[in-house]
């Protein structure tokens, strides 16, 4: 099937054969369109004319090679606008050639070479550069029908593009560009009115960033991608989709373009790998301090009901002993220690155990900016250790595999791995160890992968990426605002490191400011972006810091989110907060233990809101196998009370309802 070529000023019909698009999800891991199951014959030479079309689902694209800019004509006739022309000056096109089932031109002045493609019912766009540079592209937004934008920022956010609060300082969006290779998952969204929307794909995150715009009262987004040869980043490739407008359909296109991609993980087949992960099904998440884990705390969790639990413990002088950890396994709970591979400091004076190395690791093994200098550790302390002088030194000295060893001598079954799978990747401009951003992720990856074949492996804020490799991450489920570090920053109001047997930054009750309430857990933002592309790979769940028990006021709305999302609660608990939170903890993981177990190796095949202000929410699992419904609001919306939740497994006869405010009372 070829593209066709336009010439200037006419525009495109709609194509025929083209499948409307569902009323619910869209974008099915195996539906294909274009070139799929399609003859495509090449046609060499250039063809005359600047406008190219590409068929995608859902009707056809119309690329200008000009400007860049991108429209659409829908299979029922609606014209949209997907990108306005690029924000950067891109010089006078050269010829536009056929290819086998695109098209291919350049932009010598930028020394860039595209290519524009149909691939698996998207328009794909792909850029390779001859020279460092940058290009702004795609400028989203612009249709005057867009209503609302989706960032995959922990969970997901699906944004109203007049949202006066989003549109102002406060929202926190307009300011600093965001990195994508920072977000959970390297998409944007845009719902245009009803039935209609566009996903944006861009799987070269690294050096791709996000800018929102606030114009005449309008969120509006651009993608800046840096070619820089020294990072590896002179390619770049954007897929653009046509979707129903529902607020996760970003998140389904992404599912899809991932198992397309062989890179979507598999909870089932990790559970086959080793059988203890299975323990995470219907586990609630915990870290342990002073009594909490010991032997006779574990037993405590047992009486009160919990059957699952994963149970983590930092790296202090007093972890969990043997005797706790075989107690916990006895109770059918998961056990692991939290440990980095990211931060080195002089083992004579490392205020971390986690920070001391054996040798010189510190500090040979620092990542060197460009001028020589070591990259400033965590906190201000240390440095951040390279990925790349690890895996050179790992065959002949085992520095991880030795303390891989030596902190979970105790027997424990599980892993927390810090920073691993996040998305602060570095660049290494040591002659030692020489290392670009995309490869330190693949020495993350190696490393996390060896340790996955032993253990129950976590670590924070999963991005798709280490989606593979993990069974769980802590983070990925916390759309963390920009004030919630400085908020963390002010050690008398949010707490500190002691005392060791509870400190107060994890322990401490806070109330979130307003803005940065509103900006991480107004539910009438709050879409399962995340679970939609990944539920069924890996557990998610929110950050160790901010526990349970954290944020008092956010209680209720938070336990609600993970009973939707179907993703446990994360607590802290000592021998005090056991004893006073146990039933509470225990009521609510009764609650969400059959439900987890039910659904948690199933996708999540539905969301929808029922009211106008979106404050009434349902999800569904395994298409139907779990539906779960959550009333954020005042009101009782058909018999469900408001901050209730009601969860109905295939075969139920009635609703299981939770009301969190009444747990444990």
């Not at 860049?68 to 299979?75: C, D, M, S």
């Not at 250790?385 to 030596?406: C, G, K």
């Not at 907060?577 to 177990?597: D, R």
């Not at 029922?610 to 699992?621: I, M, P, S, Y």
Request: charge should be positive; charged fraction near 25%; aromatic fraction near 8%.
């Amino acid at each position: 099937m070829d593209p066709k070529i336009a010439p200037p000023g006419r525009r495109p019909r709609a194509r025929t054969g083209t499948r409307v698009l569902a009323a619910s999800l869209v974008l099915t891991a195996t539906a294909t369109v274009g070139a799929s199951g399609c003859s495509s014959r090449a046609v060499a030479g250039p063809v005359t004319g600047r406008h190219v079309d590409i068929p995608v689902r859902g009707g056809t694209v119309t690329v200008d090679t000009g400007t860049l800019a991108v429209n659409a004509r829908t299979a029922d006739g609606r014209s949209l606008a997907l990108s306005a022309p690029s924000g950067t000056g891109l010089g006078t096109p050269g010829p536009v050639e056929r290819t086998g089932d695109g098209a291919r031109w350049s932009y010598p002045e930028k020394g860039l070479t595209v290519t524009a493609r149909p691939d698996h019912g998207r328009l794909r766009v792909s850029m390779k550069a001859d020279r460092d540079g940058s290009v702004t592209w795609p400028v989203t937004g612009t249709d005057r029908a867009v209503s609302s934008v989706q960032l995959p920022r922990g969970e997901g956010l699906d944004i109203p593009v007049r949202d006066t609060f989003w549109n102002s300082e406060r929202g926190g969006l307009t300011g600093d560009a965001i990195d994508l290779g920072q977000l959970e998952l390297p998409l944007w969204g845009n719902t245009l009115g009803k039935g209609h929307g566009v996903s944006y794909l861009a799987p070269t995150d690294l050096g791709t960033s996000l800018k929102f715009r606030s114009d005449g009262g309008r969120l509006g987004t651009s993608a800046t991608h840096d070619f820089n040869g020294g990072d590896g980043t002179r390619d770049y490739t954007v897929t653009i989709a046509l979707t129903d407008g529902n607020p996760v359909a970003p998140g389904t296109d992404y599912r899809a373009w991932l198992t397309e991609h062989g890179q979507l993980g598999s909870l089932r087949d990790k559970i086959r790998r080793n059988p203890a992960t299975g323990k995470l099904l219907g586990a609630f998440h915990a870290y342990v301090w002073g009594d909490a884990r010991k032997a006779a705390g574990v037993e405590e969790l047992r009486k009160l009901g919990v059957d699952r639990m994963w149970l983590g413990y930092d790296s202090g002088p007093h972890p969990m002993d043997a005797a706790a950890v075989r107690a916990a396994q006895k109770a059918g709970y998961l056990v692991g220690p939290y440990d980095t591979f990211a931060n080195g400091q002089d083992p004579k004076t490392a205020d971390s155990p986690t920070s001391r190395w054996p040798g010189t690791v510190y500090p040979d093994f620092c990542v060197r900016d460009a001028d020589g200098k070591p990259a400033t550790g965590f906190g201000n302390r240390g440095c951040y250790l390279s990925s790349r002088a690890f895996e050179q030194a790992e065959p002949r000295h085992h520095y991880l595999a030795d303390r891989t060893r030596a902190m979970t001598a105790n027997g424990a079954d599980s892993y927390f791995l810090d920073v691993d799978a996040t998305g602060e990747l570095f660049r290494d401009h040591s002659a030692a160890h020489p290392m670009t951003k995309a490869g330190d992720r693949e020495n993350r990856l190696a490393r996390m992968r060896r340790l996955a074949g032993k253990l129950v492996l976590g670590s924070e804020s999963a991005q798709s990426w280490a989606n593979g490799v993990l069974a769980f991450d802590h983070g990925a489920a916390t759309p963390v605002a920009d004030g919630l570090w400085k908020l963390q920053r002010d050690r008398k109001n949010w707490g500190g490191y002691y005392p060791e047997n509870a400190p107060t930054a994890f322990f401490k009750p806070v109330r979130l400011p307003a803005d940065v309430a509103k900006a991480m857990y107004d539910p009438a933002y709050r879409v399962p972006l995340y679970e939609t592309a990944l539920h069924s790979s890996l557990v998610n769940a929110e950050r160790w810091e901010l526990s349970y028990e954290k944020l008092p006021a956010q209680k209720t709305g938070r336990a609600l989110l993970a009973m939707l999302y179907n993703i446990p609660l994360n607590f802290v608990l000592d021998g005090a907060s056991l004893k006073k939170s146990g039933p509470e903890l225990a009521a609510l993981q009764k609650y969400f233990s059959p439900l987890h177990k039910a659904a948690g190796t199933e996708k999540l095949t539905s969301f929808r809101r029922l009211t106008a202000d979106n404050l009434v929410q349902r999800t569904e699992f395994g298409d139907g196998k779990l539906t779960v419904t959550a009333n954020f609001g005042k009101t009782t919306y058909a018999g469900l009370p408001a901050g209730c939740v009601d969860a109905q497994l295939r075969g139920d006869r009635q609703p299981r309802r939770l009301c969190p405010a009444k747990a444990g009372g």
